[in-house]
Structures are given as C-alpha cells and as structure tokens.
C-alpha cells in the first residue's frame, strides 16, 4: 500500500502567512526604537535651550525695566538709592523705593526666595541682580553703602546669564 503525501489545506496555508506578516522581526524593533530615541533627544535638546533663552531674555527685560526705575527715581529725587535701601530687602519694601509696578520685575527666573528682592551687593548669579553704586564724593561713599537713607551718584546693574561666566552689565545714564 503506497501512501499518499497530503497536501496542506488552503486554512493551513493561510494561518502560517498570516503569522508572517503580522510579526515584527527583532532588527526592525530595535531600527525602530533607535529613531525614536533619537527623535526624542533631539527634541529634549532643542526644548532646553529654548527654556535657556527665555530666563535670559527675562533677565535682561527685568533689568531693564529696573534700571528704567532706577532712572524715574533719579529724576524725581536728583539721586539713585543708597545700597543700604535696596540691596537685601523685601520685594515690597524694594517697591516703595524704585517705581515698578508687577512684583514679578524683582525676582529672577529660577528663584528660589521670591520674597526677598532679586539685587544682592555683589557677586551677580542667574537668579540675582547685583545692585553697584557709588559716589563721586569719596567721603559720602560710606552713607551711599550703608545708610538706608544715603544717596548714591551713579549705579550699575549685573547679572549672569544662565550659561556664561561672565556678567552683563547695564549702567545709569545720567
């Protein structure tokens, strides 16, 4: 008696090419979740540094908008304020000084303590504005730094990008 082979049935056949076509092979699991990651680094670099761009941009509109203050207050008063006044204060003692109206201009990006004012005495970071000034007359220089109620003849403004060393400077006018 001779055997006869049988050939597969058509559901057979149909069930083994639908296996294959709908699986993935290893290789094109890994392509695929390479381009994603490297689509999503991309995208997490460029967001970044626009995050950067935008704290210095708010630095330097902030500082501006200080130093227009400062300027109002030198036009009202024929002197800036003594470091004494502003330097280490409350924001909302800092507004009874200079003229500005939104709290938010007296607090930088990243800050930590919004209650207290963004100017320090010197060594300007990110997050704080170092307030400078001075005196033409060498013997009024003491009150300029130290009396709340003292006058100073000039100032300058300095604060540190996010990513440089350097600080950016912004002097009085008058």
Request: charged share 20%; proline share 5%.
């Amino acid at each position: 008696m001779m055997l006869r082979k049988r050939s597969p049935s058509s559901k057979t056949i149909a069930t083994t090419l639908h296996r294959r076509i709908s699986a993935f092979t290893l290789i094109e699991v890994m392509i695929v979740v390479t381009i994603i990651s490297v689509l999503a680094s991309v995208s997490v670099i460029g967001t970044v540094s626009i995050q950067r761009t935008t704290r210095d941009e708010a630095r330097n509109s902030r500082t501006t908008i200080i130093a227009e203050a400062l300027e109002k207050y030198y036009d009202d008063n024929n002197e800036y304020p003594s470091v004494a006044a502003l330097v280490g204060q409350p924001v909302s003692v800092v507004r009874q000084k200079i003229p500005v109206k939104d709290d938010g201009v007296l607090v930088f990006p990243n800050a930590t303590d919004t209650a207290l004012s963004v100017l320090v005495g010197s060594a300007p970071s990110p997050t704080r504005l170092a307030y400078i000034a001075a005196t033409t007359n060498t013997s009024a220089n003491t009150q300029c730094q130290a009396d709340a109620s003292g006058y100073c003849d000039s100032y300058q403004l300095q604060y540190v990008k996010g990513y440089k060393v350097q600080p950016c400077k912004i002097k009085n006018i008058a």
